[in-house]
């Protein structure tokens, strides 16, 4: 708490040769408010809640007898998504690479819900294959659109020689260096 310096108590007298008195001083003591500051600290740190990390929910294949069969998707179903540079996007569809068309992020969306209104959604698969030359940005904007165009299945694969040969093409005929 708080506490006056008295001094010794003598008495008051007036005149010549009297000291004048000395001023008092304060003291606070400040090991209640210590003892408050370390009370709160506790308190906050039992009280919050600590960030629980948020995950991606992820939907395995189903067992099959044959291993070699159980990521086999139907042509039909198959919609494959390359990520170049310069947020740029190819795609084809089925499994024939030669037919890739080129887009912008802005004009996936639209080939991706065409794709989704003419095929079966239990045959509907999307794989995606960035390229050595796409960014983190655009692997995660892809995966974005996944999510807005409420696709349930969908593969993050490597992209292979042959398609990323097909984009550099590409892209070398449309200018993009």
Sequence with gaps: MASLDTGDGGGHKKGPGVKKAKKLSTRVDMTPMVDLGFLLITFFIF???????????????????KPEEQNKVKESGAFTILLGKADQVYYYEGLDPTQIKGTSFKGIREEILK???????????????PSQDATYKNTVDILDEMTIAEIKRYAMVDISPGEYELVKATEAANGIQ
């Design 115 to 129: 794709k989704k209104k003419s095929t079966n959604p239990e045959d509907l698969v999307m794989i995606i294959k």
């Design 47 to 65: 009280t919050t809640t600590v960030a629980s990390p948020t995950a991606m929910k992820l939907f395995l294949p189903k067992d099959v007898d």
